[in-house]
């Protein structure tokens, strides 16, 4: 079993990357480097990857953190 504490620390990594992640996106949508005219380069496509894989992670991460906390909660066993 998990502790609150680290249900509470795999939350913050959640919350983090939802914080960091789409501020990061919107530095490499306004980067010259993220377009050639009007299509997007190799440049916008990889962080754009990037940015998606950590977002999906960030979210399982901090599901996975409520899900323990609330087993936590609810004393041995769960519900």
Not at 18 to 45: E, K, M, Q, V, Y
Not at 56 to 68: C, D, E, I, R
């Amino acid at each position: 079993m998990i502790s609150r504490r680290w249900a509470a620390f795999l939350v913050g990594v959640g919350v983090w990357s939802w914080l960091i992640w789409p501020r990061f996106a919107l530095a490499i949508w306004n980067d010259d480097r993220a377009w050639s005219g009007d299509r997007p380069t190799a440049f916008f496509w990889v962080h754009a990857l990037l940015i998606v894989v950590s977002l999906t992670l960030g979210t399982a991460v901090a599901v996975l953190g409520v899900k323990a906390w609330r087993r936590v909660r609810s004393g041995p066993g769960g519900s």
